[in-house]
């Protein structure tokens, strides 16, 4: 039995006046992965393993890759439901073996018949991302709305073989059916376009530099996701009458803006997505815009919630408190102070790194500057040193940086992939 408690984080004390309301609510799942460990194994859950087989995979390539899909495989409970797409300019379904798209369930059988199919991958065609996110919706629509949908999707080169309108409206079609998590192998695939997809279903994002890297990551995908026992959850968000919720981002493990993902459960309440749990704990990043009110007078600025369905699991207060202290309103909460600053150093590092491939160096130059004053004014070393492969460190304080003239292109990728992972705050 999977339980879940919530807690807020801000300093709710205002000047006289103000409107903005901040907080940070970390959710806390313990529990959740029982249900993978209980006698009935994967049942309820379903996998799609999605493997590029265009000819840029070559022969190198694409026994790597049916290597990496045999890992995953060996990791997907018994009980689970599963199918294997090979995806070029087409995309079509290995395992099964079934003239219409169909799931089978693991056991000794299948798991064994499976890892024999993936041994005829073969490199030939383009690359239609879309085509293979269809696919695998169709696959996903065998199963009850119920189970926990999961797909890896792993891609070596770019997008080329659909428009970048098809690929918007398959990623459209397919989010909120299932969850992905997406990779990409070496240095010819679009950090921005592969990262869309893994945004849209709830997924992350990373690279794999070389082929032989492929198994373990498949491996580690697949083993992380048999352990979320919980399949799709919501963050609720109420906000009394006349306010208005600004936005709601998930800022730990990753980066994620969920605002644009508001349904209305109510005419005060809306829901976010936050697809499956494990025993985890994320940090959201919530604020709520509350009418001016006079000193004195206080507020209960939201109710922060996760609820399974109609179950509402844990709940954390959001308050706002007029003040005419200055050394009460002018606290900034750590935490809203340091996922502020994470998420502007992403923003700079994506920018920053667009700017570059686009030929604007200026531009380039201060945007990856001022990541660097970031990353050095929040201690993050692992990013800093990220950064000093693509650029020269002159004053790290001052973010003075100078572009390196050769860079390897995937330092530049690994650093694009990293930006939305953040640092845990403690509290």
Known sequence: ?????????????LPDGATDVHAIVRIDASGASQAIASPS???????????DTSGSMGERGIQQGSLAATAALQEIVDGTHFAVIAGNHLAWQVYPPAPVPGLAIMDARTRSEAMNAVRGFRADGGTAMGQWLLAARQVFAQVPDSFRKHAILLTDGANEHETPDQLTWAIQSCAGNFQADCRGLGDRWQVDEVRRIASALLGTVDLIPRPEEMAEEFRALMRTSMSRGVANAEIRVWAPQGAQVLFVKQVSPTLEDLTNRRREVNPLTGGYPTGAWSDESRDYHVAVRLPAKSVGQEQLAARVQLALGDDVQAQALVKAKWSNDDALTARI?????????????????????????????DEATSKLGRAVQLATQAGNDEMTTRLKKVVD????ETGTVRLKKQVEKLDEMALDTASTKTTRVRK
Not at 41 to 51: L, N, Q, R
Request: charged share 20%; glycine share 10%; no cysteine.
């Open 1 to 13: 039995m999977a339980t879940f408690t919530a807690e807020a984080f801000q300093n709710e004390y």
């Open 41 to 51: 194994g994967g049942a309820g859950a379903a996998e799609v393993i999605m493997v």
């Open 333 to 361: 909460n750590p935490q809203v102070a340091q996922y502020t600053g994470q998420a502007e150093l992403a923003a700079a590092i994506q920018d920053g790194l667009a700017a570059k491939a686009a030929g604007r160096d």
């Open 393 to 396: 460190i002159e004053d790290p």
